[in-house]
């Protein structure tokens, strides 16, 4: 396979529009977040002239101002067998650190891979001010720096930022937050990671050699009681950087408007006093930190997923649970979805965990562009499916997935939307980034339930599940159980009901629904009589004691009320059905 130098100058005797101006690329990536990186690299080394934009100036992305300190690859199951998920540029970026990094290592590392690429300019301090587009192509952008303001064209562009700079002056539509899930404006917890000196590193590391450590660590964590109401601490853990510090991560504040600055600038803080009294905590109940003193905080928050944009294709919970492998796959991931963004508590709220599912090139083709690409938690998502699909190892693959597209679709004289539309070009595409070093392999994986071994999408309660999964209202663990034949109390159905009025029809939900079905809030038993009044109540549908399983009947599917029973337990594969079919009745 020609590339490289070689390939270029293969090219330039058979293709004269190689021939490109001075601030003219085949490809320009705005970004360098890792994702950006990737994509950069990849397309530079099909030979093709690539341009990287950042607003920085240097290369760290949020790896350097979050103080992420730890990376590990997603592991896929498929026909039965553990995969790794994350490969190339992933591996060339992370593969070198036994099991921690510190900025320093990860920024030296990324000026390497960057420097060894002739097809590669990179430029610095810069922003965006302008775009040009034309019948939904974009042809150049404006952009400003402290030299003044150029003009750069390209066949190709990818948007590597976070919050979308190039998106956003092209009018893309997006949604902030969970404004998809009925909750506008509510945006996923900020991560803080500390850094933490004095510590005993070397007892630290001979402790997790013989002991269950981490375990003991992550307990201690967990039981320390936190001074501010919007902190949580979850998953904690800890890497070593040197022979006395270490970063602690799973610092986390709740309910921080991301746009505001005054929230955000509080929230940190916030953030940082917590973890000041976590470092005085940790001092008196591990004799490793005996001595540790509090170092510093990031440069700034980690935002895990901020804004999503409109694509082509909108990858959903459903696709994740189903496990889908998409004919235009580019990626894979098996990320959790995790709707622990919800709570204020210390715990996961895993809603689904996949065995593997495939990343679809819909998802980050901009719907009102033709050759631009987006990648990171920003893609076309739900803000719930990007707990799963926007996690750092897969923004990264997806990232050098993106620099190859672009490369093929310009060596193919074709667009990128022309590619989606493609479909008998999918299989060419996609060898094409096997050869790129992106991993991708066919497979059928579905989620299995129990003991019966039953395919959870073949379930007759399927249909309600994936309805409530896709608001983060239910939670299958990472066992994926749901619980399908286990007995309820009154509570669970009460408070599931008031849950998905607000996140599926928020205009609807009153203080009266709120007070009616706080009445039932308790430990009992939920019967097929209780389950009865309390939809009907619900449904302001008058009823008596002897007639509300009949008048339940008439009311709803009689696949969920024919096995009903007055005093007999209703089980929770029914206690799903009814929850969603009662917010369709109460829908006007």
């Known amino acids: 396979v020609l590339k490289g130098s070689v390939f270029q100058k293969h090219l330039k005797m058979i293709r004269k529009d190689l021939d490109f101006e001075g601030h003219e690329y085949a490809t320009i990536i705005i970004g360098s977040e890792p994702e950006g990186i990737a994509s950069a690299l990849s397309c530079a080394r099909t030979g093709l002239k690539t341009l990287l934009i950042t607003q920085d100036s240097d290369l760290g992305g949020y790896i350097t101002s979050g103080k992420i300190s730890k990376m590990n690859p997603q592991k896929g199951t498929i026909k039965g067998k553990r995969v790794s998920l994350n490969r190339g540029i992933y591996e060339e970026i992370f593969g070198q650190f036994n099991i921690g990094f510190s900025s320093m290592e990860y920024e030296t590392q990324i000026k390497n891979l960057l420097g060894s690429e002739e097809n590669l300019e990179v430029v610095y301090d810069s922003t965006i001010t302008g775009v040009d587009i034309?019948?939904?192509?974009?042809?150049?952008?404006?952009?400003?720096?402290?030299?003044?303001?150029?003009?750069?064209?390209?066949?190709?562009?990818?948007?590597?930022?976070?919050?979308?700079?190039?998106?956003?002056?092209?009018?893309?539509?997006?949604?902030?937050?969970?404004?998809?899930?009925?909750?506008?404006?509510?945006?996923?917890?900020?991560e803080f990671n500390f850094c933490v000196s004095e510590v005993d590193t070397a007892a630290l590391q001979k402790s997790q050699k013989t002991t269950n450590f981490l375990d003991d660590f992550q307990l201690a964590l967990l039981s320390y009681k936190k001074i501010k109401p919007r902190t949580k601490i979850v998953s904690p853990t800890f890497i070593i950087l040197n022979e006395n510090e270490i970063v602690i991560s799973g610092l986390q504040v709740y309910g921080v408007d991301v746009e505001n600055k005054e929230d955000l600038e509080a929230a940190y803080k916030e953030a940082e006093e917590e973890a000041i009294m976590l470092t005085a905590y940790l001092k008196n109940v591990v004799v490793a930190f005996e001595n540790c003193k509090y170092?510093?905080?990031?440069?700034?928050?980690?935002?895990?997923?901020?804004?999503?944009?409109?694509?082509?294709?909108?990858?959903?919970?459903?696709?994740?649970?189903?496990?889908?492998?998409?004919k235009d796959g580019i990626a894979l991931c098996s990320e959790q979805v995790d709707a622990s963004k919800f709570t204020k508590e210390n715990i996961e709220y895993i809603?689904?965990?996949?065995?593997?599912?495939?990343?679809?090139?819909?998802?980050?083709?901009?719907?009102?562009?033709?050759?631009?690409?987006?990648?990171?938690?920003?893609?076309?998502?739900?803000?719930?499916?990007?707990?799963?699909?926007?996690?750092i190892p897969t923004r990264i693959t997806v990232g050098e997935s993106a620099g190859l597209i672009s490369a093929y679709s310009f060596l193919?004289?074709?667009?990128?939307?022309?590619?989606?539309?493609?479909?008998?070009?999918?299989?060419?595409l996609k060898k094409y980034l096997k050869r790129g070093g992106v991993y991708l392999d066919d497979f059928s994986e579905h989620i299995l339930i129990g003991e019966t071994q039953e395919k959870l999408a073949e379930h007759p309660a399927y249909p309600y599940i994936k309805v409530l999964a896709e608001y983060g209202l239910i939670t299958g663990g990472a066992d994926n159980d749901f619980q399908l034949d286990s007995q309820v109390s009154q509570e669970l159905l009460a408070v599931l009901l008031k849950n998905a009025i607000i996140k599926m029809a928020p205009d609807l939900y009153t203080l009266e629904i709120d007070g009616l079905l706080t009445k039932y809030e308790n430990k009992d038993i939920l019967t097929g009589k209780t389950a009865a009044s309390m939809i009907l109540d619900l449904l302001s549908i008058q009823w008596e004691d002897g007639n509300v399983l009949n008048i339940l009947k008439e009311v709803l599917p009689i696949q969920l009320t024919e096995g009903f029973k007055a005093e007999e337990p209703v089980a929770m594969d029914i206690v799903y059905g009814l929850a969603v079919e009662a917010v369709k009745l109460l829908k006007p």
């Not at 150049?140 to 979308?164: C, H, M, W």
């Not at 998802?363 to 996690?391: C, Y």
Request: aromatic residues 10%.
């Open 351 to 391: 809603v689904v965990n996949p065995h593997v599912y495939s990343i679809p090139l819909g998802s980050i083709i901009p719907v009102n562009l033709e050759n631009v690409l987006m990648t990171g938690s920003k893609a076309s998502f739900s803000s719930l499916a990007a707990t799963s699909a926007g996690n």
């Open 412 to 428: 193919n004289k074709t667009s990128i939307l022309q590619l989606l539309n493609q479909p008998e070009e999918f299989e060419s």
């Open 134 to 190: 034309e019948n939904e192509v974009l042809l150049g952008i404006t952009v400003q720096n402290p030299e003044g303001t150029s003009y750069y064209k390209a066949r190709n562009f990818i948007d590597a930022t976070l919050e979308g700079s190039l998106l956003k002056l092209c009018k893309t539509p997006y949604i902030k937050g969970s404004a998809d899930l009925g909750l506008r404006e509510f945006y996923s917890p900020v």
């Open 295 to 326: 170092k510093e905080g990031p440069d700034r928050f980690f935002i895990p997923e901020y804004l999503h944009y409109e694509g082509r294709y909108r990858l959903t919970v459903e696709d994740i649970m189903e496990n889908r492998n998409f």
